[in-house]
């Protein structure tokens, strides 16, 4: 699967792991930065390169990791299309793109080590949306939401 990645500082060495497990995976990892590690980066703007590109189909799904996982969500879910969360479980990674169609999974390095980050990425790139009805349904009203903000 093409992946677009990314992460400030917080993040960027979980980043670098996980970007490294998932090529050699067999992923297709687009790694939008940081590209070095800077401590006085700040997460908006490897969010939104990370958003943009999920958002722009340049990617089918994005990770990202910051301290919390919590600022990348925030800063992510203000793209149109973009349906992202933290999940620092396994059971959310795959049930959170199942369900609700998540397109962009959120990790904190201040709170996830490197092996479970890499099942809870796993989990979440062998997901599929179910399509099931109920769900459309749900999803459809999130998606109500954001024709009504951004018409
Ligand atoms: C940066 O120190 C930290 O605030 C950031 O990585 C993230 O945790 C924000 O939610």
Same mark, same amino acid.
């Given at each position: ?6 992460? #400030?500082? /917080? ?5 670098? #792991? ?9 992923? %297709?990892?687009? +790694? ?7 401590? +006085? #980066?700040?997460?908006? #703007?490897? $969010?939104? =390169?990370?958003?943009?590109?999920? =958002?722009?189909?340049?990617? @089918? ?10 600022? $990348? ?22 049930? /959170?793109?199942? +369900? +609700?169609?998540?397109?962009? &999974? ?6 996830? /080590?490197? %092996? &479970? =980050?890499? @099942?809870? $990425? %796993?989990?979440?790139?062998? $997901?599929?949306?179910?399509?099931? %009805? ?18």
């Amino acid at each position: 699967m093409k992946i677009a990645i990314g992460a #400030d500082h /917080g993040g960027y060495h979980l980043k670098e #792991d996980l970007g490294a497990f998932l090529s050699a995976k067999g992923h %297709e990892v687009i +790694d939008l930065g940081a590209h070095v590690f800077e401590p +006085d #980066d700040d997460y908006p #703007d490897f $969010a939104g =390169a990370v958003a943009g590109a999920v =958002a722009a189909g340049g990617a @089918e799904r994005g990770i990202l990791v910051c301290g919390s996982g919590v600022g $990348a969500s925030i800063a992510a879910n203000k793209f149109p299309g973009i349906r992202a969360a933290v999940c620092h479980d396994t059971f959310s990674a795959h049930q /959170g793109v199942e +369900d +609700d169609d998540m397109n962009v &999974l959120c990790l904190g390095a201040r709170i996830i /080590g490197a %092996e &479970l =980050a890499r @099942e809870v $990425a %796993e989990r979440f790139l062998s $997901a599929r949306f179910s399509g099931l %009805e109920r769900h459309q349904r749900r999803v459809g009203k999130v998606k109500g939401f954001e024709r009504d903000f951004t018409t």
